[in-house]
Structures are given as C-alpha cells and as structure tokens.
C-alpha cells in the first residue's frame, strides 16, 4: 500500500501533536515538558503546511513569459508558508525564554 505525501503529512503533524500532549500532561520534568511543548508547536506548523500543499503545483513567484492564468491554477498557496515562518520564529524565542528561565 502506497501512501501519499500529504496524507502522511498529516498522520505524522497528528502524532507530533499527541506525543507533545502525553509530554506536557503526564511527565514531571519540567525540560521535557518544554521539549512536548515544542513538538506540539511543530505539529501544528506541520499541518498547517500541509493545508497549503498542493499537488503539481508551481512556486508562487512569477516569472517572465508565464501566462497569467497557468499561474493562477498552478501555484501553490503562499499563507501558510508565511504563517509558519512566523511561528517558528515565535516559537524559538519562547523555546529559549522559558528555556532561560528552566535555570
């Protein structure tokens, strides 16, 4: 059984996601529950990537002698992308303020 790229995207966003709850819930240590926080937030970045895949698509920038609308049925979705970035940003800088302050 061959299984597509997206769909396993999302089963593994899926148990990122939910090995991140166990993490944060059920162990003491404080490091590894930031460590489950962290593997929740690369879960939802995950999913979230894979809300914007789409398949056969092109990269969104538009180059000389493309025709406007193979373009527009062709090129992937550019917000998650940037939405994610954002998060990853945000994400490590909360990592090490709580990671700072784990001292």
Known sequence: MIIDTQLASFFTAGALIIIG??????IDNLVKKVIGLAF???GANL???TMGYKAGGIV???L????INQFAQNAS???PFALVLTSIVIGASTLAVIKSRDQ
């Open 60 to 62: 969104y920038i538009f």
């Open 21 to 26: 709850i166990f993490a944060a819930l059920f």
């Open 64 to 67: 000389p002698g493309m025709v």
């Open 77 to 79: 979705y550019p917000l």
């Open 40 to 42: 929740i937030g690369d």
């Open 47 to 49: 999913f979230i990537i």
